[in-house]
């Protein structure tokens, strides 16, 4: 029974608080001016009556029967008199409940409506919400409140609505493109192997087989190296499930020196510059992150070139530069997104799939920190990893 007497809605809750507190303070005020009325209104009714009622001089109105030292006649005006500022006293108060009780259920009428019209009011940027949330879908996460008005609670709410929806509109394409993107890459290996096959049924030669079977494995180990890059980059983007203390220079030290032998091969020169800088994070995925940034740079060079890593303490960045083809500074940023790369995949042996620079993105704000980079004049690229 007494939550079917609670109002349903936030508006009708608020009416009833609003509408409350107004009709309290109206009876609080028409106590205070009943009180203020009849305080004294006796002495000042009896001192405007004195000489237009028969009897002289005033007299007490809380008794009602004259004094016997009085003379008849006095004692009579005075008792008329004592009658009049009675009924006067009486008469005057009931008219003042009277006018007061229809004025305050005036005031109870009006209260209640203009609380719903406040209620109402307060409300209508939390109803734009609802709304615009009721409709959103994947197809229409552009929409937005752009709720106009004065800077307030409510403003926030939308303004931090409308950011939200532009994080989520942002996450949602990446995700549709890395999802599409992926298909393509995976699709690319499973057409090659079914092209090989289907050619080695055609022609059973020896030496055609044994180079579909060389191309074969070698598909296999560019779709298990993918595969791999694709958890990575999951398990990074989910953050950390747990952090120890990584002294990242012999990380840096341990992943250059397992580069060094490819890296005489192409005629790179790789040099480091490093400082102790400790780091709380996931040694594994750090490594992953340090591998990343030197196969890259190995990768996307030229024979006489180089390859510079520097482990600052003091600013706690990691900075790798290496040489190599120009690159336009409007497309760098799009080279930390999956799959993106400077030019065309050719499915070349040995050539990336693209998620080098994603992976090094993606670790790095897992723990806290962020990668930026920037064209070198003469070519290359300068990564920065920096961790808090």
């Known amino acids: 029974m007494i939550r079917r007497l609670v109002p349903a809605t936030e508006r009708a809750r608020l009416t009833a608080l609003y509408g409350g507190l107004l009709l309290l303070a109206g009876c609080v005020l028409v106590g205070v001016i009943y009180a203020c009325v009849q305080y004294g209104l006796d002495n000042r009714i009896g001192s405007a009556v004195t000489g237009v009622v028969p009897g002289g001089q005033a007299m007490p109105h809380s008794s009602a029967t004259p004094p016997r030292d009085l003379v008849p006649s006095e004692r009579a005006g005075k008792y008329a008199r004592t009658q009049v500022v009675q009924v006067v006293a009486a008469t005057t108060l009931n008219r003042l409940l009277t006018v007061s009780g229809i004025a305050l259920a005036v005031f109870a009428v009006l209260s209640v409506v203009l609380a719903w019209w406040m209620a109402g ?11 615009t949330a009721r409709k959103l879908s994947g197809e229409n996460l552009h929409q937005r ?27 949602v394409g990446a995700q549709r493109r890395f999802a599409a993107n992926a298909a393509h890459e995976l699709r690319t290996p499973l057409a090659v192997q079914r092209a090989a096959a289907e050619i080695g049924l055609v022609d059973p030669d020896p030496e055609r087989i044994r180079w579909i079977r060389d191309e074969l494995l070698q598909v296999a180990d560019s779709s298990e190296h993918l595969i791999e890059s694709l958890l990575l980059l999951a398990a990074s983007d989910q953050g950390l499930e747990r952090r120890e203390p990584v002294a990242l220079d012999a990380s840096v030290a341990a992943v250059a020196g397992e580069h060094h032998e490819e890296a005489g091969e192409r005629g790179i020169a790789l040099t480091t510059a490093l400082e102790p800088l400790p780091v709380e994070g996931d040694p594994v995925l750090l490594t992953h992150l340090i591998r990343n940034l030197i196969g890259n740079a190995l990768r996307y060079n030229h024979r006489g070139g180089s390859v510079h890593l520097t482990l600052v303490a003091a600013d706690r960045t990691l900075r790798i530069t290496n040489t190599g083809p120009l690159v336009p500074q409007d497309a760098v ?4 997104e999956p799959f993106r790369r400077l030019n065309e995949r050719r499915h070349a042996p040995g050539e990336g799939a693209g998620l080098g620079l994603a992976l090094v993105a993606s670790i790095a704000r897992a723990h806290g920190g962020g990668a930026t980079a920037a064209a070198n004049p003469d070519g290359g690229l300068t990564v920065t990893v920096r961790f808090p």
């Open 121 to 131: 009011r307060v409300l209508r940027p939390v109803g734009l919400i609802t709304a």
């Open 145 to 171: 409140i752009d709720l106009k008005g004065p800077p307030g609670e409510l403003k926030q709410l939308a303004d931090t609505f409308d950011q939200m929806l532009g994080r989520i509109e942002q996450l």
């Open 333 to 336: 940023a799009d080279l930390f």
